[in-house]
């Protein structure tokens, strides 16, 4: 049975819904169950259940319970410490052993049951979350901690990892700590409601204001970074008053971080691309019209990029308008205008004003409509260069994401002059990175690297770690105590651009074919060979390769 007609089996979901769903579905690279859940239609717990009973496992809705247990020593030997983006954790119920997957691990969970050095275990399922905090309690705070570095150390791995903000945010019987990174994925740290109460306190105390019960507040303070040498970070804090039945005494609240204006230098040279793609990038803007689509998650420095573009654009003395929401820097230069989007002051309003001002260059901050797409498109047919940015997860799929707001394709191909994919990832730390041999590595990394590079290559049904990638060993972090990287195993974070560059010979090919637009398979074939593209999937292959990079690191890029 399928998923979704499992969840209507149970009553969990209803026709409409699943349609609503398998139509995102039809226009994003999401899977079915990801999507489901964010649309709030069901749980995570749910899509576990529906990979037990699939696969006719056991499902554990809770993993802290008291009937089981939880060996630290046998997590340790498993490599369970460090897989924090593949989560999976070793228990015991009575004298069974079982390792329990996700539904992030589920693809591999049938290529571990025949493992000879895993075959004593049992597969069962449980939610990504449940797996994180039954890690957390066994691996976290292997040192203790004040709460006042507990603190701290979360906005250091914030910053470095480029996290918009941290939620310290309250479950039962604990606080945790959670940080969001550009990849949704979750950092989590488990503490004590005592710890919890603490740490709100403190960060009250830094913001000079007293909480008062069951009244939020928003306050600010200024973080001086040890690890960016003294760079001061702006932090808004919004506390959240949460009620509890639990322990009606104390005044309860969580918090919410954001963290604003880490150095921001609008120059390709100090962004930090390799140097072929600044080569390409500024090419892009040599044409004086067409469209240039930036694409790429929050978070992923896409703004960043935006305006090292203008910023060089400008020099050039061109008129250009653009629209933001809302305008996060505010450029001086005297040729530059910035319009504001609000409530009352829509997107295709302003790029209707856009349009009758005439300029040479437009920047629109994001393609979210069918008008906005469609002005975006008339002002590069009339002579303009347009520069926007579009909510998608490759390059490539932006035919996807545009077919979806009802615009000609074809209309839009033949605009069409750049568009990139952009991400940002932490190298390993130089100094302390380790060497593994793949078969050193922990089983379900081994499974994981192997499923990936056989999409990555359509590579023929090759077993072998060292046979399918082709190489003998990777990378992954070092123990604490390096004063290079303060004891995160990593290297102050970089991005990774893939550029693809609708040349003159590109799109002759293109307008052989037109349906290849459709695919971005194709797609890709003719860009390799016709221009420059390198997909992000390539380039970060290239860095697992060469050790710049761990596995975590490359599941995030090659996404
Ligand atoms: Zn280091």
Known sequence: MKIGEYLISKGKLTETQLRDALFVQSISEKRLGEILIESGYIADSDVAAYLAYDSGREYFSELNSLSLYIDKQENEELGFAFLYDIPAVAIRKGNIPYIICSEITANFSEKMAFDE????FQIGFSTKRKIYEALNQIFISKTVFSEKEILEEAIEIALLKGSPNIRIKRSENFYMVIMDT??????????SLESGRKIINIIAGNCQITLKKGQGLDAKFVFVSNFYKGVRVNIRVAFLPISSKLDKESSLFEAVLRIHGLNKVFDFKYIGFADDKVELLKKSYIHPHGLIISTGPTGSGKTTTFYAMLKLLSQKKSSVITIEDPVEIELRESNITQMNIS?????SEAVRIMLRSEPDIMMIGEIRDEITAKHALIAAETGHLVLTTLHTNSSLSIFGR??????????????LRFVTAQRLYNPLCPDCKRKVMPDKLPAMYRYALEENFKFTASMPSKTNLREVSGFDSVYIRGEKNCNNCGGTGYAKRKPLIEIAEFNDAVKEEIYRDLTVLSSPPSLEEILTGLSNFESLKIQSFNKLANGEIDPPTYFNLSK
């Open 117 to 120: 050095n895993l075959k004593k």
């Open 182 to 191: 550009e990849i949704r994925q979750e950092n989590i740290r488990i503490l």
């Open 343 to 347: 409530e009352d002051f829509g997107y």
């Open 402 to 415: 545009f077919k979806s707001l009802n615009v000609d394709l074809v209309q839009l191909f033949s605009v």
